[in-house]
């Protein structure tokens, strides 16, 4: 027996074209360097991928940095004219010279990259803390630029 899906459901599941298309421009703005010409180069190697939000009820700003194989110590965080700059480096821990790779898809190297903050992140208050390899960075919104409510009056008509 046959069931019928809706196309954009078909569609949705054989072509993630974010998925597809993150991880394309990661592999092109990937530098390996080959040959003598190409070095230094390497300096900016990979671009690890990024998560932002602010919390449902406006008064903390969350970004999370996956950074797998990558010590804390070698993660550099900077606040400047409010973007958030990390960068760091993952370095090649052991190469087998005389090992027949069968596949190698690790890149190795320096990283760097630009977070615009939204309007209202206290940049004064951001913490850092690395768990995991996943790099989590907090810091609250600040008073001002939280929504606040404001009340509406009813006017009254005067009796002429």
């Given at each position: 027996m046959f069931?019928?899906?809706r196309?954009?459901d078909?569609?949705k599941?054989?072509?993630d074209?974010r998925?597809?298309?993150?991880?394309?421009?990661?592999?092109?703005?990937?530098?390996r360097?080959l040959?003598?010409?190409?070095?230094?180069?390497?300096?900016?190697?990979?671009?690890?991928?990024v998560?932002?939000?602010?919390?449902p009820?406006n008064?903390?700003?969350?970004?999370?940095?996956?950074?797998?194989?990558?010590?804390?110590?070698?993660?550099?965080?900077?606040?400047?004219n409010n973007?958030?700059?990390?960068?760091?480096?993952?370095?090649?821990?052991?190469m087998?010279?005389?090992?027949?790779?069968?596949?190698?898809?690790?890149?190795?190297?320096?990283?760097e990259?630009?977070?615009?903050?939204?309007?209202?992140?206290d940049v004064?208050?951001?913490?850092?803390?690395?768990?995991?390899?996943?790099?989590?960075?907090?810091?609250?919104?600040?008073?001002a630029?939280?929504?606040r409510?404001?009340?509406v009056?009813?006017?009254?008509?005067?009796?002429?």
């Amino acid at each position: 027996m046959f069931e019928l899906t809706r196309p954009e459901d078909l569609y949705k599941d054989l072509f993630d074209f974010r998925r597809d298309f993150d991880d394309i421009f990661s592999r092109l703005m990937t530098v390996r360097p080959l040959t003598k010409e190409w070095k230094g180069l390497e300096k900016f190697s990979f671009v690890p991928p990024v998560e932002a939000w602010i919390e449902p009820d406006n008064k903390k700003f969350y970004l999370r940095v996956s950074l797998p194989g990558i010590d804390p110590k070698d993660v550099k965080v900077l606040a400047h004219n409010n973007n958030l700059i990390i960068s760091g480096a993952r370095n090649m821990t052991e190469m087998k010279k005389d090992a027949n790779y069968l596949h190698r898809e690790f890149i190795y190297g320096g990283f760097e990259r630009i977070i615009p903050l939204p309007e209202g992140v206290d940049v004064d208050k951001l913490s850092a803390e690395s768990s995991h390899g996943v790099l989590e960075i907090v810091a609250p919104m600040a008073a001002a630029a939280l929504p606040r409510k404001i009340e509406v009056k009813p006017v009254l008509k005067k009796a002429a």
